[in-house]
């Protein structure tokens, strides 16, 4: 919900345990206490530009959940972070976009010993491009600490009746053919293989005239993960992403997506699903013109990035409890 | 219930002989990474891992996945 400074302060005060997302100017008046913080220029559900506005963007921890710990992970530790998600509970982390956290937590992340079955969530945080307030931060609010390179993380615990899920809504779908293969793990590709033949993926995608708005998806056993296309460059072959590809899977382009905002509401759960943390991407955001999305159980930062066990691109994750 | 992990049924889902789809992201994930991990990986005992990793991780979350629970393993 979206709370002025003194509110959230309030909140702070109370040793109530927040997540908090806006403008580096107005968490930097935050009082410390139990709460992490990350900036962005939009909050979904609201139409003001979270980084100019005197107001700020907070998810309150529920009830039933106990803080375990609030730590901070540079790149020294980022490895230590699955080890403490409590195996009863969730964390909620928040890392700045851009940075060799990032790019790390994204390429090591699906080889963390048990990152699929602890309830990992959060985003991304970002800046608008030339903006005053500058790069993309994170705060550690237990010292009022300001980073830009380490990723700040909320450990809570719940009681044995409880289970926390992290969710991922994925407006889009995949065309049939091509199926395209890459030769190796990682970020940057030369070679493909479209439909069981070699190409330059670089020239392969001047010739179709890709459109970067729309990723790559690829079938995980039932959930269509993207992977987004950086940009790619014919002079230099290369193709570069915002997310991993992996070799041995099979991915398909996207099929243009007409009207982002009444598909995402479509998918959007009707069971009165009260998240405790949602957010979706900056990508959707803009492509979907969501400025003046309705307001609903699932605002909440817009990301530079999902954190779903996983970094994840252009998608809504949302973080919910469930009654065993 | 699930079966054990002495069950055939696990190593037909790991090797793709069963193709299951889950309702719940990590699940689906989780089975996604243990698949890729045993292509051209199909030791024994890495095969041995990955059922006990699935198995714990499907008790976990049974209260999500119960109905994909009961369609995978209910009739085998």
Request: proline share 6%; net charge neutral; hydrophobic share 40%.
């Given at each position: 919900?979206?709370?002025?400074?003194?509110?959230?302060?309030?909140?702070?005060?109370?040793?109530?345990?927040?997540?908090?997302?806006?403008?580096?100017?107005?968490?930097?008046?935050?009082?410390?206490?139990?709460?992490?913080?990350?900036?962005?220029?939009?909050?979904?559900?609201?139409?003001?530009?979270?980084?100019?506005?005197?107001?700020?963007?907070?998810?309150?921890?529920?009830?039933?959940?106990?803080?375990?710990?609030?730590?901070?992970?540079?790149?020294?530790?980022?490895?230590?972070?699955?080890?403490?998600?409590?195996?009863?509970?969730?964390?909620?982390?928040?890392?700045?976009?851009?940075?060799?956290?990032?790019?790390?937590?994204?390429?090591?992340?699906?080889?963390?010993?048990?990152?699929?079955?602890?309830?990992?969530?959060?985003?991304?945080?970002?800046?608008?491009?030339?903006?005053?307030?500058?790069?993309?931060?994170?705060?550690?609010?237990?010292?009022?600490?300001?980073?830009?390179?380490?990723?700040?993380?909320?450990?809570?615990?719940?009681?044995?009746?409880?289970?926390?899920?992290?969710?991922?809504?994925?407006?889009?779908?995949?065309?049939?053919?091509?199926?395209?293969?890459?030769?190796?793990?990682?970020?940057?590709?030369?070679?493909?293989?479209?439909?069981?033949?070699?190409?330059?993926?670089?020239?392969?995608?001047?010739?179709?005239?890709?459109?970067?708005?729309?990723?790559?998806?690829?079938?995980?056993?039932?959930a269509r993960i993207n992977v987004s296309i950086k940009q790619y460059d014919v002079a230099s072959g290369q193709v570069s992403f915002y997310g991993p590809l992996f070799r041995n899977v099979d991915y398909r382009f996207a099929k243009p997506v007409t009207d982002m905002k009444q598909k995402l509401m479509n998918f959007l759960p009707k069971d009165g699903t009260r998240p405790v943390f949602s957010c979706i991407c900056v990508s959707n955001y803009m492509q979907?013109?969501?400025?003046?999305?309705?307001?609903?159980?699932?605002?909440?930062?817009?990301?530079?990035?999902?954190?779903?066990?996983?970094?994840?691109?252009?998608?809504?994750?949302?973080?919910?409890?469930?009654?065993? | 219930?699930?079966?054990?992990?002495?069950?055939?049924?696990?190593?037909?889902?790991?090797?793709?002989?069963?193709?299951?789809?889950?309702?719940?992201?990590?699940?689906?994930?989780?089975?996604?990474?243990?698949?890729?991990?045993?292509?051209?990986?199909?030791?024994?005992?890495?095969?041995?891992?990955?059922?006990?990793?699935?198995?714990?991780?499907?008790?976990?979350?049974?209260?999500?996945?119960?109905?994909?629970?009961?369609?995978?393993?209910?009739?085998?």
């Amino acid at each position: 919900m979206i709370s002025r400074l003194d509110e959230v302060s309030s909140i702070i005060n109370s040793g109530t345990p927040i997540m908090v997302a806006g403008g580096a100017d107005m968490m930097r008046r935050l009082p410390r206490g139990n709460w992490i913080g990350g900036t962005t220029p939009f909050i979904l559900g609201s139409a003001d530009n979270a980084q100019t506005r005197d107001s700020l963007f907070i998810n309150i921890m529920p009830p039933e959940a106990k803080l375990k710990s609030i730590q901070r992970y540079g790149m020294g530790g980022l490895h230590m972070l699955p080890e403490d998600v409590p195996d009863k509970g969730f964390t909620l982390v928040i890392m700045p976009t851009g940075t060799l956290v990032h790019q790390a937590f994204a390429k090591e992340a699906p080889h963390y010993p048990g990152i699929y079955s602890k309830t990992l969530s959060g985003w991304v945080s970002g800046s608008k491009s030339g903006h005053f307030s500058g790069r993309p931060q994170v705060f550690y609010g237990p010292r009022g600490h300001c980073m830009d390179d380490e990723v700040v993380a909320m450990h809570m615990e719940l009681p044995e009746n409880l289970v926390a899920s992290v969710e991922m809504i994925n407006v889009f779908e995949p065309e049939e053919r091509p199926i395209i293969r890459f030769p190796n793990d990682g970020f940057i590709t030369t070679h493909a293989t479209i439909d069981g033949e070699s190409v330059n993926f670089a020239e392969y995608l001047t010739a179709r005239k890709a459109n970067l708005d729309y990723p790559l998806l690829a079938d995980y056993c039932g959930a269509r993960i993207n992977v987004s296309i950086k940009q790619y460059d014919v002079a230099s072959g290369q193709v570069s992403f915002y997310g991993p590809l992996f070799r041995n899977v099979d991915y398909r382009f996207a099929k243009p997506v007409t009207d982002m905002k009444q598909k995402l509401m479509n998918f959007l759960p009707k069971d009165g699903t009260r998240p405790v943390f949602s957010c979706i991407c900056v990508s959707n955001y803009m492509q979907g013109m969501l400025q003046d999305f309705p307001s609903s159980n699932f605002d909440g930062p817009v990301a530079y990035g999902e954190i779903a066990h996983l970094l994840l691109n252009q998608t809504m994750t949302y973080l919910r409890i469930v009654k065993k | 219930m699930l079966p054990s992990e002495t069950d055939p049924i696990w190593t037909k889902i790991l090797n793709g002989e069963i193709q299951c789809q889950f309702s719940h992201v990590g699940t689906c994930m989780l089975l996604a990474y243990l698949k890729r991990s045993l292509v051209g990986n199909a030791r024994q005992e890495k095969l041995n891992s990955s059922i006990h990793d699935l198995r714990t991780h499907l008790l976990k979350y049974e209260p999500l996945l119960r109905s994909d629970i009961e369609r995978i393993f209910g009739h085998d």
